[in-house]
């Protein structure tokens, strides 16, 4: 089963050894969907960013389909072989197996539940999810009963994972946790009071959390700002990006494919940029207006793609621009990781988070306090909402670090 010991209790954040799978995994730690994954190890240079770690593998299963295999048992295990078949592709020392948080998995009847268990089961995830889709807590308390029960009578060895929407899923779960492995939380949206109580009741416990889907960019800051791995100064120990499932992103390839003109330019500079120097994502039309079309990228990160791009190469095509986009993000919030977890070692977390003008700008807004803020950090302004914001790019007038 999978388990999870602090050994460094940092007052922003916190560091800890991960059991799960067949490795003793250090956190805080990025977590990349498989494909991204597998294509980050193809990169020349990426191997070394891919040494151990955990892999998180979307299953989109829709509600029709959740109905058909509750209907007809034959399909359903057609679809537990080719899920078996696609999971023993994945080369990660630890795999989960995550579902879509929206209708699909709303309104489970306790048969469906088991089912989706079974599913995670047999398809090898070092860690089961216990799907919660926008129910109640009463009712996911239910689900988290009727999966402890199966969990039981299955005589299952994984460890399960309850998901957390809001602070009252989390305060439930908590009276789980010694029977529980691990921590799910929703982080779509910057859920201040989730976070907050991922803060209270979880930074100081020996349980696994994990952030699913963290949003690209912050709202609240002028739709600048990542979560990123900031989010560990709430006290979560693994985070992973919004993923997009393969009818998504036929989706999207199907709308690029049909783009040309002014129409692709526009939707090439639209596209946003997580630049680590500061934890900005500047669109490309922003970099390319600041620092120009040969500026290179590795002013602002030293990752595998950004190395040997500039800002007009980036942009020549749009399907390359959007993996690559991908990889770079995978790239650095993995390298990102690395450094938080050294700034969590050596108590340097209030140095290494105020370096990061978007980050300490989010952290003051959550009314978090660093110990002092490094020279460069953006200047704020006061726009005509009457709310605060900090500035779209990082100052201009400084060179900004290469990692």
Not at 317 to 338: G, I, K, V
Request: charge should be neutral; charged fraction near 25%; aromatic fraction near 10%.
């Amino acid at each position: 089963m999978a388990s999870f010991v602090v050994k460094v209790d940092d007052t922003n954040g916190r560091h800890g050894v991960l059991d799960i799978g067949r490795e003793r995994i250090s956190t805080p730690l990025y977590v990349p969907s498989d494909d991204i994954w597998q294509a980050m190890r193809d990169i020349p240079g990426g191997s070394a960013y891919c040494r151990s770690g955990v892999c998180e593998y979307d299953i989109w299963i829709r509600h029709p389909d959740i109905e058909r295999i509750r209907l007809h048992p034959e399909e359903r295990e057609l679809l537990e072989r080719e899920v078996r078949e696609r999971m023993s592709r994945v080369r990660s020392s630890a795999k989960m197996i995550h579902f879509n948080f929206f209708s699909d998995v709303m309104g489970l009847d306790k048969e469906s539940l088991i089912r989706l268990l079974c599913l995670q089961y047999q398809a090898g995830a070092d860690v089961i999810e216990i799907p919660h889709g926008f129910c109640s807590v009463q009712a996911y308390e239910r689900m988290v009963r009727y999966a402890l029960e199966w969990q039981h009578d299955f005589r299952c060895d994984t460890s399960l994972m309850g998901i957390a929407h809001s602070a009252a899923d989390l305060t439930m779960l908590n009276r789980y946790l010694p029977q529980l492995g691990g921590v799910g939380i929703d982080c779509r949206r910057f859920n201040k009071p989730l976070l907050y109580q991922v803060r209270k009741l979880l930074k100081p416990q020996d349980v696994w959390v994990h952030a699913f889907s963290a949003p690209l960019r912050y709202r609240e800051v002028d739709n600048q700002g990542t979560l990123g791995m900031l989010i560990n100064w709430f006290g979560v120990d693994t985070v992973s990006t919004i993923t997009q499932g393969d009818p998504v992103r036929e989706y999207f390839t199907y709308l690029f494919s049909r783009m040309e003109g002014q129409e692709k330019t526009e939707c090439l500079k639209q596209m946003r940029y997580f630049a680590p120097t500061d934890y900005s994502t500047p669109t490309f039309g922003d970099l390319e207006v600041s620092y120009g079309d040969s500026h290179r990228l590795s002013s602002f990160c030293d990752c595998p793609v950004c190395r040997n791009l500039t800002i007009g190469d980036a942009m020549e095509n749009l399907p390359d621009l959007y993996l690559n986009n991908q990889l770079h993000r995978a790239f650095a919030y993995y390298r990102e990781s690395q450094k938080c977890r050294h700034a969590l070692i050596n108590n340097e977390t209030d140095r290494f988070l105020a370096g990061k003008l978007y980050a300490a700008e989010i952290i003051r807004r959550s009314g978090g306090t660093l110990a002092g803020r490094w020279p460069g950090n953006a200047p704020v302004r006061k726009v005509g909402d009457g709310k605060v914001h900090v500035s779209r790019i990082a100052r201009r007038d400084y060179p900004l670090p290469v990692l």
